[in-house]
T-cell receptor
Framework: DAKTTQPTSMDCAEGRAANLPCNHS???????VYWYRQIHSQGPQYIIH???NNETNEMASLIITEDRKSSTLILPHATLRDTAVYYC???????????FGQGTTLQVKP | GAVVSQHPSRVICKSGTSVKIECRSL??????MFWYRQFPKKSLMLMAT?????????EQGVEKDKFLINHASLTLSTLTVTSAHPEDSSFYIC???????????FGPGTRLTVL
């Protein structure tokens, strides 16, 4: 079973920041938080991951709470192309198998 | 990032036939690859872990005789759906971890339709 819970769906206005929450209250000390997204009928795409510190890359920012029980993925300026299902996954290493939950369907609207 | 390809991207077959799907890591070696299936409007479900040079590890409930996996080289894993039936129609996706990037990369998926 997936170890994370996410809202089923969210809407965001184009150009605004999209904040996608994820709860992982049972996360272990050696588990990372990973985010992927899947655009319709494509394979999933890696976005970002972190252990305890906040992380930022060219796609997004990841904010992890101090107790590591939840995190938020931030897309700073959402575009229509960011419409996708976003998955939050916890795992120990990048070569571990991925167990997908239901994810959050983000709809970016004009 | 690294690139993973799948072939074919789409296949339609008759019930009872077998279909082979290839997953290749194009610019890195992958001793492990993963196979997923996805039904419409559903999440990805892990089917099996493909290990180069050894037997695949199947998730609970996945029939190993139905879904044959062969990982013959460090860049190629194949999934064969044997005696396919309409209920096997699905979107099949593979992934491979690349330790250089410390990340897993996914193929574009294969849409299988069994008539």
């Amino acid at each position: 079973d997936a170890k994370t819970t996410q809202p089923t769906s969210m809407d965001c206005a184009e150009g605004r920041a999209a904040n996608l929450p994820c709860n992982h209250s049972t996360i272990s000390g050696n588990e990372y938080v990973y985010w992927y997204r899947q655009i319709h009928s494509q394979g999933p795409q890696y976005i970002i991951h972190g252990l305890k510190n906040n992380e930022t890359n060219e796609m997004a920012s990841l904010i992890i709470t101090e107790d590591r029980k939840s995190s938020t993925l931030i897309l700073p300026h959402a575009t229509l192309r960011d419409t996708a299902v976003y998955y939050c996954i916890v795992r120990v290493a990048s070569w571990d198998k991925l167990i997908f939950g239901q994810g959050t369907t983000l709809q970016v609207k004009p | 990032g690294a690139v993973v390809s799948q072939h074919p991207s789409r296949v339609i077959c008759k019930s009872g036939t077998s279909v082979k799907i290839e997953c290749r890591s194009l610019d890195f070696q992958a001793t492990t690859m993963f196979w997923y299936r996805q039904f419409p409007k559903k999440s990805l479900m892990l089917m099996a872990t493909s290990n180069e040079g050894s037997k695949a590890t199947y998730e609970q409930g996945v029939e190993k005789d139905k879904f044959l996996i062969n990982h013959a080289s460090l860049t190629l894993s194949t999934l064969t759906v044997t005696s396919a039936h309409p209920e096997d129609s699905s979107f099949y996706i593979c992934s491979a971890p690349d330790r250089l990037y410390n990340e897993q990369f996914f193929g574009p998926g294969t849409r299988l339709t069994v008539l």
